[in-house]
């Protein structure tokens, strides 16, 4: 029963995955997405790993997918952009890299298949992995602390309108609007 | 409850979800969809971590995940970072338009 679970989990996980590439509008490609994301998290369940499904339901199709979202509706992607990806989503396009992957998923499943190995059926519990993890990798614990600070950095950085503006100094006239924008916040957090 | 599927099962599922992303990263032009495609292949890639830590039952196949988790974090903050500047510059979110690089 469980087995038949997991196999119609598979075939969710890659259809949803197909829409996700083939979808030409961003948000219900997003939706597909979040549908892919929950059918993996239901096979990390019964692979034994919840603690990795409920982070991927959380994390991935909670907070990634939200800020795909976010961008996607910010940047208002109308019909227009609709139209232009269908214009762009020939089908000639498609055969080249479709069959190329297709030779390398048949080489690559030909490799391993056969082998009678089955996964364990035991669970392994937060408590397990929580031990290892600030166990003996916690030094790689530290290095995704660095990578998130500098992931944070760098999009605060990238975020900023500044850039636009040093683009071209012409077409910015009102260069010295900056200062004039930061006092008021200046006094404010004084005043906080 | 855990199940005990064969390996190879999974290994071909996460094999095929790559492959899937990586025709979406081959193919589409959209920035967005792109970084979709992305995020498919790494979530492909922890799936074929976690399998191999289920097959020993072995907590450092999850660990993996959640370290391609932390990465697939930092990676879509910059990336939709770089996709605001791009639609600001050349209103638009076709890669090709930039194409070029001024110093």
Redesign the interface.
């Known amino acids: 029963m ?2 038949a ?3 119609i989990a ?1 075939l969710v ?2 259809l949803a ?2 829409r ?2 083939t979808h030409v509008n ?1 948000s219900h ?2 939706i597909y ?1 979040v549908v ?2 929950l059918a ?1 998290a239901v ?7 919840p ?2 499904a409920a ?1 991927e339901v959380v ?2 199709a909670g ?2 997918v939200v ?2 979202l976010f ?2 509706m ?2 208002n ?1 109308g019909r227009t ?1 609709v139209e232009r ?1 269908r214009g ?2 020939r089908p000639g ?2 055969i080249g ?2 069959v190329l ?2 030779v ?2 048949v080489s ?2 030909f490799v ?13 519990g937060p408590r ?2 929580g ?3 600030f166990g003996p ?1 916690i030094i ?1 614990v530290e290095l ?1 602390g660095f ?2 600070l ?3 950095v ?2 605060w ?3 900023r309108r500044y ?2 503006e040093r ?1 071209g100094a012409d077409d910015f006239p009102e260069e010295d609007a900056s200062p004039d924008e930061a006092a008021p916040e200046a006094s404010a957090e004084g005043n906080a | ?13 996460a ?3 790559f ?6 990263v ?5 920035v ?2 792109l ?3 992305l ?2 292949m790494m ?1 492909a890639a ?2 074929a971590f ?2 191999a ?11 993996m ?3 391609i ?10 990336a ?6 791009l ?3 050349f209103e638009s ?1 076709d890669v090709d338009n930039a194409d070029e690089m001024y110093g």
């Open positions: 469980e087995t679970i997991f196999y598979a996980a890659a995955t197909l996700v590439v961003a490609a997003l997405l892919s994301l993996v096979i990390f369940f019964l692979l034994g790993a603690f990795a982070l994390v991935y907070a990634i800020l795909f961008v996607v910010m940047l992607l952009s990806e762009w989503l396009m498609w890299p479709a992957a297709a390398l998923l690559f499943v391993f298949w056969g082998t009678d190995a089955k996964t364990s059926g035991e669970m392994v397990a992995v031990i290892a993890l990798y790689a995704a990578l998130l500098a992931a944070l760098g999009a950085h990238l975020g850039l636009e683009r | 409850m855990p199940v005990a599927v064969p390996i190879e099962h999974v290994l071909a599922l094999g095929l979800l492959l899937l992303g990586l025709i979406g081959l193919v589409r032009r959209n967005m969809f970084l979709m495609s995020e498919v979530n922890s799936l976690v399998a830590g289920a097959r020993w039952a072995a907590p450092d196949g999850q660990i995940f959640m370290f988790l932390a990465l697939a974090a930092a990676e879509v903050a910059v939709l970072g770089i996709v605001v500047q639609a600001r510059r979110l």
